[in-house]
């Protein structure tokens, strides 16, 4: 996250199409350890660099490819980059170079961009490579001056190439840099934590094993715990929280209550780094003999290693670094003799430009702090580490740090109070539902309330299908998809009478709904309904979860993550089909309604070469468009295309018409296949990203309903009947925020149930772009890419835009 870094806003807006690359080099090389995602960047780096007339080059094997020369700097091609999006690692290679630390092998590599006129650096690696990017900058003019001295360069060339450009992505998946939200990689290293666990979790409860598991982080405890949040551990150690003396006997005691429960596993995460309050490393191997002595259970150790480098990008990290690529190039365009090298970097749904050397700066602070024992300071530098410590997922959630190093007996931590917290979940089941309602029913049950289920949504509500749900009940829920609870589309308006009944009957005092559209409409009846009915004049909050993303007040809703990735596994799959048949197209069918929210990211994430959705009008001229550039597109080397289509973009043109007619007019050119994908993508078990945004936004909740039930009694009864008593909480930009349901109605489109303004629709012109498309769109003063509203002459073969 930026921590005290403030994103350095510009005074004036730019069209893009103004900032001609014309008669510029771009570089772009990896450095430093490998990161899932990497291979994206390059490509839009490359894509982008192409797409506005600069040259780009590869820069192989990271800093040793500049130094060497030759070879390993090669000018890149918009088919080169075919293929790589899905591709783990980094394609263009990375190495660690003594050389380039020192002035000579500086002085070598400039010599080397210089004869092909590079003079903008795209380097993606961590705060080392970033680090060195910025000396070589400021040594540049020297550099060349020496160059010239020596007789290896013209002075002409000096003149020409005499201010060097640098900007940063980060590319790490520690996520340990200051200054952005997600570093690329790191959601791909939780991807695979996470499958790991799961699979670890199935024989751990066959044998009643207890697993020990280590994961990366030197320094950072970021996937520690994250991953321990989203498998639900029983334990966790990471460097910037050191646990206490004597935590070897409160391990211990927890581990044998939970035994007691008849829980069947325990699940230990210890970062690699991490260490006690007396800087003694904490090993996978000491807890082992730790737990084997004092309680003598089968434990097992298991060392992830580079198992958490490796693997298929997930769609976050290709998404992040493609935006981050884009808005590198644009970086350049804009960069004059005086701009300050910068780093790419995410602050919440927004693509930034910071200046790099103040990130860098605080990220070697947040070391330093560790060295002298500042925990707290480290934490709060951290950034990211440090708002999902202190802002609402630990510190806030003594629920969730119980089982993680504090509390021994966590539901004695809060006096029991009288209040009876009801939690349902609406509409279609979505991955993270079931961590959602774990986290609000253990942190309800902390907060001393008695939390009751209702099965099968408003339906299950009016029916009586409720019932008092315990600490133990939910235990292993983090994982499992779907909706355990039962979820059903049911609106509660034509049963009113008898849903206040149940609630007067269980004297329930708050709500919390758990869905998509159907729970936003029904929090609207029930609270349009507190004139008639008094039961309802209680708490009520919802959170966001559906796979479509189509809530009002909300970037985000849970399980939109997972179905993304599913989206682009089956993507992936189908691209390589194509490939080795040779000139096939296939249209792909996504869900969403009218919202064209997973078409649209899904297709960015999966390099679609099209995607139509409702939102964006498109017509039959704006098909054969289409269907001429697939033709172009298979004269190239790539002959392969994908096109996504939103389910509901358009009751005429359904999938089999735009299978048909690319087919007909393909005819002799490529050949084509569909697949509907349907409700693969509300299945399977929940991304990390869906387990800990349900735990975290629940939580959030739980804690909300606490503070309003405390200033809603009065007179021994709860009472709240003010807008603001009935709310969703979301996710604006970096921000979770209560909006009551009421006020949100004027930004609610109810007949194609979508939010009228979406943030999502800005990704459409960069997906275009990446796909060779002519387009438009905006340089905003935050450095992020916005949709140009434009009307596109009929007559230019370029894809639609609104």
């Known amino acids: 996250?930026?921590?005290?870094?403030?994103?350095?806003?510009?005074?004036?807006?730019?069209?893009?199409?103004?900032?001609?690359?014309?008669?510029?080099?771009?570089?772009?090389?990896?450095?430093?350890?490998?990161?899932?995602?990497?291979?994206?960047?390059?490509?839009?780096?490359?894509?982008?660099?192409?797409?506005?007339?600069?040259?780009?080059?590869?820069?192989?094997?990271?800093?040793?490819?500049?130094?060497?020369?030759?070879?390993?700097?090669?000018?890149?091609?918009?088919?080169?980059?075919?293929?790589?999006?899905?591709?783990?690692?980094?394609?263009?290679?990375?190495?660690?170079?003594?050389?380039?630390?020192?002035?000579?092998?500086?002085?070598?590599?400039?010599?080397?961009?210089?004869?092909?006129?590079?003079?903008?650096?795209?380097?993606?690696?961590?705060?080392?490579?970033?680090?060195?990017?910025?000396?070589?900058?400021?040594?540049?003019?020297?550099?060349?001056?020496?160059?010239?001295?020596?007789?290896?360069?013209?002075?002409?060339?000096?003149?020409?190439?005499?201010?060097?450009?640098?900007?940063?992505?980060?590319?790490?998946?520690?996520?340990?840099?200051?200054?952005?939200?997600?570093?690329?990689?790191?959601?791909?290293?939780?991807?695979?934590?996470?499958?790991?666990?799961?699979?670890?979790?199935?024989?751990?409860?066959?044998?009643?094993?207890?697993?020990?598991?280590?994961?990366?982080?030197?320094?950072?405890?970021?996937?520690?715990?994250?991953?321990?949040?989203?498998?639900?551990?029983?334990?966790?150690?990471?460097?910037?929280?050191?646990?206490?003396?004597?935590?070897?006997?409160?391990?211990?005691?927890?581990?044998?209550?939970?035994?007691?429960?008849?829980?069947?596993?325990?699940?230990?995460?210890?970062?690699?780094?991490?260490?006690?309050?007396?800087?003694?490393?904490?090993?996978?191997?000491?807890?082992?003999?730790?737990?084997?002595?004092?309680?003598?259970?089968?434990?097992?150790?298991?060392?992830?290693?580079?198992?958490?480098?490796?693997?298929?990008?997930?769609?976050?990290?290709?998404?992040?670094?493609?935006?981050?690529?884009?808005?590198?190039?644009?970086?350049?365009?804009?960069?004059?003799?005086?701009?300050?090298?910068?780093?790419?970097?995410?602050?919440?749904?927004?693509?930034?430009?910071?200046?790099?050397?103040?990130?860098?700066?605080?990220?070697q602070e947040v070391q330093k702090a560790m060295d002298e024992k500042k925990f707290e300071e480290a934490v709060r530098l951290r950034g990211s580490l440090g708002v999902l410590l202190h802002k609402g997922t630990l510190y806030e959630c003594p629920v969730l740090l119980c089982p993680l190093c504090v509390c021994v007996t966590a539901a004695l931590c809060h006096p029991q109070s009288s209040f009876n917290v009801a939690v349902l979940n609406v509409g279609a089941p979505a991955a993270g539902m079931n961590a959602a309602v774990r986290s609000a029913v253990r942190v309800g049950i902390t907060e001393g309330h008695k939390m009751f289920a209702v099965n099968d949504g408003f339906e299950g509500f009016y029916k009586g299908q409720i019932k008092e749900i315990k600490w133990g009940d939910v235990g292993g829920w983090t994982g499992q998809g779907g909706s355990l609870l039962g979820t059903k589309r049911t609106l509660p308006g034509k049963h009113l009478d008898k849903i206040a009944e149940q609630i007067r009957i269980h004297n329930i005092s708050a709500l919390l709904v758990i869905g998509g559209f159907e729970a936003y409409v029904g929090l609207l009846e029930l609270s349009a309904a507190r004139d008639k009915y008094n039961e309802f004049c209680v708490p009520m909050v919802m959170v966001p979860a559906t796979v479509s993303n189509n809530i009002p007040g909300s970037d985000l809703s849970i399980g939109s993550d997972t179905a993304l990735n599913a989206i682009t596994d089956t993507c992936d799959r189908i691209k390589q089909s194509a490939s080795g048949t040779k000139r096939r197209v296939f249209i792909i069918e996504t869900m969403g309604g009218y919202c064209g929210y997973l078409a649209t990211v899904g297709g960015l994430a999966a390099g679609a070469d099209t995607v139509y959705i409702y939102e964006e009008p498109f017509d039959i001229r704006d098909l054969q468009a289409n269907v001429e550039h697939l033709t172009q597109k298979m004269k190239t080397s790539i002959q392969r295309g994908l096109v996504l289509r939103n389910e509901n973009c358009n009751e005429n043109f359904t999938t089999d018409f735009v299978y048909q007619l690319y087919t007909e007019e393909g005819r002799g050119v490529f050949d084509c296949r569909k697949n509907i994908l349907g409700h693969m993508q509300q299945g399977g078990a929940p991304s990390p990203f869906d387990r800990n945004f349900g735990t975290k936004v629940a939580a959030k909740a739980i804690q909300w309903i606490t503070r309003t039930l405390k200033d809603s009694y009065k007179g021994g009864r709860v009472f709240a009947n003010s807008e603001d008593t009935a709310c969703l909480l979301g996710m604006r930009r970096r921000a979770m925020v209560f909006q009551p349901v009421a006020q949100l109605r004027d930004e609610t489109d109810f007949v194609h149930r979508i939010p009228k303004e979406q943030w999502w629709l800005k990704l459409r012109p960069l997906m275009k772009i990446l796909a060779k498309y002519k387009t438009s769109y905006d340089v905003s003063d935050s450095g992020q890419l916005e949709h140009v509203t434009r009307v596109r002459p009929k007559e230019t073969n370029t894809s639609s835009t609104i």
């Open 1 to 363: 996250m930026a921590g005290a870094v403030a994103p350095k806003r510009q005074d004036t807006r730019k069209f893009f199409e103004n900032l001609s690359g014309a008669g510029k080099s771009i570089g772009v090389l990896t450095s430093g350890g490998d990161a899932q995602g990497m291979n994206a960047a390059v490509r839009a780096v490359v894509r982008m660099g192409i797409y506005v007339g600069a040259k780009v080059y590869f820069i192989h094997e990271g800093y040793q490819g500049m130094v060497d020369g030759g070879d390993n700097i090669k000018e890149a091609t918009w088919e080169s980059v075919s293929s790589m999006l899905q591709v783990g690692g980094t394609v263009i290679g990375s190495a660690r170079c003594k050389e380039f630390r020192t002035h000579e092998g500086r002085l070598k590599a400039a010599h080397n961009l210089v004869e092909r006129g590079i003079t903008n650096l795209c380097v993606i690696g961590g705060d080392g490579s970033l680090t060195g990017a910025n000396l070589f900058r400021e040594e540049w003019s020297g550099l060349l001056d020496e160059l010239v001295q020596q007789g290896l360069i013209s002075e002409e060339a000096a003149r020409t190439n005499s201010v060097l450009h640098i900007v940063g992505m980060v590319g790490s998946i520690d996520n340990d840099f200051c200054g952005t939200d997600m570093t690329i990689g790191t959601d791909s290293a939780l991807h695979r934590i996470i499958e790991v666990v799961d699979a670890i979790m199935t024989t751990a409860q066959s044998h009643q094993r207890t697993f020990v598991l280590e994961v990366m982080g030197r320094h950072c405890g970021y996937l520690a715990l994250v991953s321990a949040l989203a498998c639900g551990a029983d334990w966790v150690f990471f460097p910037e929280m050191p646990p206490e003396d004597g935590w070897e006997d409160n391990m211990c005691q927890k581990l044998s209550e939970n035994r007691a429960d008849k829980k069947r596993l325990n699940i230990i995460i210890v970062a690699e780094g991490a260490i006690d309050c007396h800087n003694k490393a904490i090993t996978p191997d000491y807890i082992k003999e730790l737990v084997v002595r004092c309680l003598g259970f089968d434990t097992r150790v298991t060392i992830l290693g580079h198992v958490q480098r490796g693997g298929t990008p997930s769609a976050f990290d290709r998404i992040l670094a493609s935006r981050m690529g884009v808005e590198a190039v644009l970086a350049l365009l804009e960069a004059s003799a005086s701009t300050p090298a910068c780093v790419v970097s995410l602050v919440g749904n927004q693509a930034v430009r910071l200046p790099l050397m103040e990130c860098v700066q605080m990220t």
